[in-house]
């Protein structure tokens, strides 16, 4: 999937995925994950700096704790704002059977590098305790 293909559309898109043993076992699973377009993602962006930005004229009330919270919240609000919209894609929600027990494995949600085509992460299966990757 291309960067221009992205900008069209915003969708939710199922990708099957690989959950990994240390002792090499195998299972298939899969993780829904949710793209923005470039106007949803400005308007996150714009959100989240915003709110900065109003915690900060709200801080200017608390007594003793604005020289911190005041410059605190106000330079942090267009550094979160360029994180916010560098983030083309988030997991939302994947599950899949563990390798070790095959129990079922639940896969947090989360952020996602895009395209990920070399994406992997560790989940913690609940029922047996063991680590698995998991690899696109």
């Given at each position: 999937m291309t960067e221009s293909s992205l900008k069209t559309?915003?969708?939710?898109?199922?990708?099957?995925v690989t959950l990994l043993a240390?002792?090499?076992?195998?299972?298939?699973?899969?993780?829904?994950?949710?793209?923005?377009?470039?106007?949803?993602?400005?308007?996150?962006?714009?959100?989240?700096?915003?709110?900065?930005?109003g915690l900060s004229l709200i801080s200017v009330l608390l007594p003793g704790v604005h020289f911190i919270l005041v410059p605190l919240f106000?330079?942090?609000?267009?550094?979160?704002?360029?994180?916010?919209?560098?983030?083309?894609a988030s997991l939302q929600n994947g599950q899949g059977p563990c390798p070790f027990c095959k129990a079922n494995v639940v896969i947090s949600k989360g952020?996602?590098?895009?395209?990920?085509?070399?994406?992997?992460?560790?989940?913690?299966?609940?029922?047996?305790?063991n680590n698995c990757l998991i690899k696109m």
């Open positions: 559309n915003s969708s939710s898109k199922e990708f099957k240390r002792t090499g076992n195998k299972t298939q699973g899969s993780i829904d994950v949710h793209v923005w377009t470039q106007p949803e993602r400005l308007k996150r962006a714009l959100k989240f700096g915003g709110l900065c930005w106000f330079i942090s609000g267009p550094i979160l704002a360029v994180i916010i919209y560098k983030q083309i952020p996602i590098k895009w395209p990920a085509t070399d994406w992997s992460m560790d989940e913690l299966c609940t029922k047996c305790q």
